[in-house]
């Protein structure tokens, strides 16, 4: 699987999360007199008079600004939630088409099945797929996680020799188009119990 978005996200939150802690964690520890009196930085307010003349000066248009900063704040953050919910749309693909009626395969289920298929592969740690092209031509996208000591070409000749083919039965098709992005990983170490 496809891992970056959510190193991503992990990062960025963590910035975020440790700028925010620092911020917090001197303000309060300044609150509470935690630093030295003779300290500068002790002794003089947060908000002094010209943080005050500043929005005086400045208001109401002042307060429209942060008004829009927040709005702006808020619909980036409502447009991250709705990229980590994004799904698929319900697709199916047509398996016979007759008279009496059609026969037909929901998208996510053969991406499932063939997701399963693959991860029966020598060295596979992890197997993802995802079902693309149209109801009458669709094609494949695998993401596979494999043990960095895998035999490539061995896992090459069960994709080709073994999943591919189960998928074109499935689908009752000649040829489906696939493309695989294989990554390498270290296999994760066994677990021991110890009772």
């Given amino acids: 699987m496809n891992r970056k978005p959510g190193r991503g996200n992990r990062w960025g939150l963590a910035i975020v999360g440790l700028v925010l802690a620092l911020l917090g964690?001197?303000?309060?520890?300044?609150?509470?007199?935690?630093?030295?009196?003779?300290?500068?930085?002790?002794?003089?307010t947060i908000v002094d008079a010209n943080v005050v003349g500043f929005f005086a000066r400045t208001s109401p248009w002042i307060w429209w600004l942060v008004a829009l900063a927040g709005l702006i704040l808020a619909v980036l953050g409502v447009r991250w939630v709705l990229a980590q919910w994004h799904r698929e749309p319900r697709r199916t693909f047509v398996l016979d088409n007759t008279p009496t009626g059609v026969t037909d395969v929901s998208s996510r289920a053969m991406a499932r099945a063939m997701a399963a298929d693959v991860a029966t592969g020598p060295?596979?740690?992890?197997?993802?797929?995802?079902?693309?092209?149209?109801?009458?031509?669709?094609?494949?996208?695998?993401?596979v996680v494999a043990d960095e000591s895998a035999s490539l070409p061995e896992l090459s000749r069960h994709l080709v020799r073994v999943a591919l083919p189960?998928?074109?039965?499935?689908?009752?098709?000649?040829?489906?188009?696939?493309?695989a992005r294989v990554s390498l990983e270290p296999s994760p170490a066994p677990h021991r119990t110890v009772r």
């Fill in 123 to 143: 060295s596979v740690l992890d197997a993802d797929a995802r079902m693309t092209g149209s109801r009458q031509d669709p094609e494949v996208r695998l993401r």
């Fill in 166 to 179: 189960n998928m074109r039965d499935a689908l009752d098709r000649d040829h489906v188009p696939a493309v």
């Fill in 25 to 44: 964690g001197s303000a309060l520890a300044r609150g509470m007199g935690a630093f030295p009196q003779n300290w500068a930085a002790s002794r003089t």
